[in-house]
C-alpha cells in the first residue's frame, strides 16, 4: 500500500511536470515573436518601449524558472557528464539521489525560504516597475521563483524514487 501511495506520488509529479513543461513550452515561440516585433520597432520604426523589454525578461524567466523541472524529469538539465554516461543505471541511480539530497533540496530550499518574504513585500506594495512605461504587478513575475522552485524541489521527490526504484530493480 505505502509502495502504491509512493507511485502514485511520483507519477502525479512526473504528470504535473509534464503538462507545465509543455505548456510553458509555448512561451517560446512568444519570446521570439516578441523579440522580432521589439527589434522591427527599434531598428525599422525607431520607437521601443520599456514595457516590450521587461516582457522579454519575464517570458524568459517564467521559461527558466517553471521549465527547470520538466528539464530535471526529462535529465536535460546541466550536469558533468563525463563519468556520469560511463556508469551503470544503478550507479547513475545512486548519483542522482545523492545529487539531489546534497545539492538540489538544500538549493532549492534556501530560494524558497528566501523568496517568501520578497514576493510578500511586492504584494504589500503593488510593486510594479521602475520605469515608466514599464510592466504594472511586478509581484506576479516574483511569483514564479517560487512556483519554479517548488515544482523542482518536487520534481526531487520524484526522481529519488524512481532512481529507488532502479536500485532495487523494480522500475516501472
Not at 56 to 63: D, K, N, P, R, V
Not at 101 to 107: T, W
Not at 158 to 170: D, E, F
Request: positive net charge; charged residues 15%.
Amino acid at each position: 500500500m505505502l509502495k502504491k501511495s509512493i507511485l502514485y506520488f511520483s507519477h502525479t509529479i512526473q504528470k504535473l511536470n509534464e503538462h507545465i513543461g509543455k505548456a510553458i513550452s509555448w512561451l517560446a515561440l512568444l519570446l521570439v515573436l516578441l523579440i522580432c516585433l521589439d527589434v522591427f520597432q527599434r531598428y525599422v520604426l525607431s520607437y521601443s518601449t520599456p514595457a516590450i523589454a521587461e516582457l522579454e525578461w519575464h517570458l524568459f524567466a517564467i521559461l527558466f524558472l517553471i521549465g527547470a523541472a520538466y528539464t530535471l524529469k526529462h535529465d536535460k538539465h546541466v550536469r558533468v557528464d563525463v563519468f556520469y554516461n560511463r556508469f551503470s543505471p544503478k550507479n547513475k541511480a545512486l548519483v542522482n539521489i545523492f545529487g539531489t539530497i546534497l545539492f538540489l533540496f538544500p538549493f532549492a530550499w534556501i530560494i524558497l525560504k528566501a523568496s517568501i518574504p520578497y514576493i510578500e513585500a511586492s504584494y504589500a506594495i503593488n510593486e510594479s516597475s521602475t520605469d515608466p512605461g514599464g510592466l504594472p504587478a511586478r509581484y506576479l513575475i516574483k511569483s514564479s521563483i517560487f512556483i519554479g522552485f517548488t515544482l523542482l524541489l518536487l520534481q526531487g521527490f520524484s526522481l529519488i524514487i524512481n532512481s529507488m526504484l532502479v536500485i532495487w530493480n523494480q522500475e516501472d
